[in-house]
């Protein structure tokens, strides 16, 4: 059965373009690992940006590895074969190195069966020096490192460009385990064994000088018909609840230049590109840029719009560029509530908002509250039925009758504390309280006709809660639910 899962991973690669494989004579082995599907991991910018960046060297042979999705699972147990890498299909225990990329906490979860899976003890104690070192980065290290303090040899909390040359010059040297996670422990931003977690992120202070784009091309990717480009990082907003300051520091746009020259890149393998960052819209050149791929018949998707940076001219070139449906991020149905958020949006400018999207065009409009804030009280809760209601008549009231929807999407949310932030200290709401909040507000939508609801799990968001706040202790709670089979069994357990 072994040889169904090689062939999977040769066709899946058969699939993609830009992959690299190396002979790894007389190269430092890195594997890098996503733990979640392929389809997610290749979605994720961090997975192409380490790749490349790992690649560029000589020295390096740098692979990937997913976790196997259902079927492959179930053929992986069965006979008993290891994670492979997607690559030349080796076991991750034959590499020199495992990176770790983690942007979600939940993702945690699958990082002990993929190494369990791979004859691998997943508490570095338990480790020698025959084992591969293990490093972990990426968004959620980055938030906090001491949840995978216990299972990897270095967590690195910061940027991988701020680091890379010193990294990689670590890698290259194929020293011992033991030498090279000494030195990689020298680096701003490392963290090694069950400290305390007080860290110094390390940034990349001029993010023009490397690219960040999508390097390997696959329609089986998420946004796998886009080129991703990342057009900044950071976000100026400075809203209480988000944890986008504290990952990635101070705001840093990327020239139009740079932009460009990714998008020239991108032009060769598709037609759509997709503009990373928190607040696209509110770059000093994004109509600058738009306008230049349209005029090169490519046509573009931000990653996020702002209410508040919406105006005609931006709003006619996303209509220009596809785009019948967006998604705005609302937070809270009050303007008081907003006001604690640190979003300051009042209801009016909503609205003009809302209504400026739909006269372009652009009448299918999703929108996105959290649900569990601080200070959040019912009068808030039932705010989010009256606010979505207004923006349904706006919709209708504004648009061509060629281009009227009776429909508006609510995403509904649990909010989750997260470290480094000003409201890392509140407390999760809990799984009872949100799904009292849940059911206040399907009751009030009942009443009101055109409005879809969907709600994220108030279960998975207890997860969450309980993995980003952790510590060094965390390990326990994910052996727990590799034992039971069950992360939900495990939160009910602990």
């Known amino acids: 059965m072994a040889w169904r899962i090689k ?74 074969t290891p994670v492979l890498s997607m690559e030349s299909q080796r076991p991750l225990r034959d590499f020199d190195v495992i990176a770790i990329t983690a942007s979600f906490e939940n993702d945690y979860l699958n990082i002990i069966p993929m190494l369990s899976m791979s004859r691998i003890p997943h508490r570095r104690a338990d480790r020698t020096d025959d084992h591969p070192l293990i490093i972990a980065g990426g968004a959620a290290p980055t938030l906090n490192p001491l949840p995978l303090s216990a299972i990897a040899d270095v967590v690195f909390a910061g940027e991988f460009e701020a680091a890379a040359s010193d990294m990689m010059r670590i890698i290259e040297s194929r020293a011992p385990k033991g030498e090279a996670a000494a030195a990689l422990s020298k680096i701003q931003g490392a963290v090694t064994g069950e400290g305390s977690g007080a860290v110094k992120r390390m940034h990349a202070e001029d993010i023009d000088s490397f690219k960040t784009q999508t390097v390997i091309h696959s ?19 400075g809203c209480r609840f988000c944890a986008t300051p504290v990952i990635y520091g101070p705001t840093r746009m990327r020239s139009a230049a740079s932009v460009m020259a990714m998008f020239e890149e991108g032009l060769a393998h598709r037609k759509r590109m997709g503009l990373v960052g928190a607040d696209i819209l509110s770059h000093p050149d994004f109509e600058t840029i738009a306008r230049a791929m349209l005029g090169r018949d490519a046509t573009f998707s931000p990653s996020s719009v702002r209410v508040d940076a919406i105006d005609d001219g931006k709003a006619s070139l996303l209509h220009e560029a596809g785009h019948r449906s967006i998604a705005l991020g609302i937070e809270a149905g009050s303007e008081r509530l907003r006001r604690t958020l640190g979003k300051g949006l009042a209801d009016a400018r909503i609205l003009e908002a809302v209504s400026t999207l739909a006269r372009s065009g652009i009448a299918k409009q999703k929108l996105y509250f959290m649900i569990g804030l601080p200070d959040e009280g019912d009068d808030d809760v039932a705010a989010i039925a009256r606010l979505a209601a207004l923006v349904r008549d706006e919709i209708r009231r504004a648009a ?90 495990a939160l009910r357990a602990d």
């Open 400 to 489: 061509p009758r060629t281009h009227r929807t009776t429909a508006v999407d609510i995403t509904v949310t649990p909010f989750v504390p997260k470290p480094g932030t000003p409201f890392a200290q509140r407390k999760f709401a809990g799984e009872q309280a949100l799904k009292r909040k849940v059911k206040q507000l399907r009751r009030a939508l009942a009443k009101e006709s055109g409005i879809v609801m969907r709600t994220d799990s108030a279960v998975d968001a207890a997860i969450e809660s309980l993995i980003a706040m952790g510590d060094s202790t965390t390990v326990e709670f994910l052996e727990e639910a590799n034992r039971l089979g069950s992360a939900r069994a």
């Open 7 to 80: 062939e999977r991973l040769r066709s899946q690669l058969a699939r993609e373009r830009g992959a690299i494989a190396r002979d790894w004579g007389g190269r430092a082995s890195v594997v890098l690992l996503y733990p979640n599907a392929y389809r997610v991991g290749m979605g994720n910018l961090a997975v192409h940006s380490v790749y490349a960046a790992l690649n560029a060297s000589d020295s390096i042979a740098c692979e990937r590895a997913f976790l196997p999705d259902r079927l492959a699972m179930h053929e992986h147990m069965a006979s008993r």
């Open 219 to 237: 329609r089986d990717a998420e946004f796998g018909d886009m080129h991703l480009i990342e057009v900044q990082r950071g976000c100026p907003r």
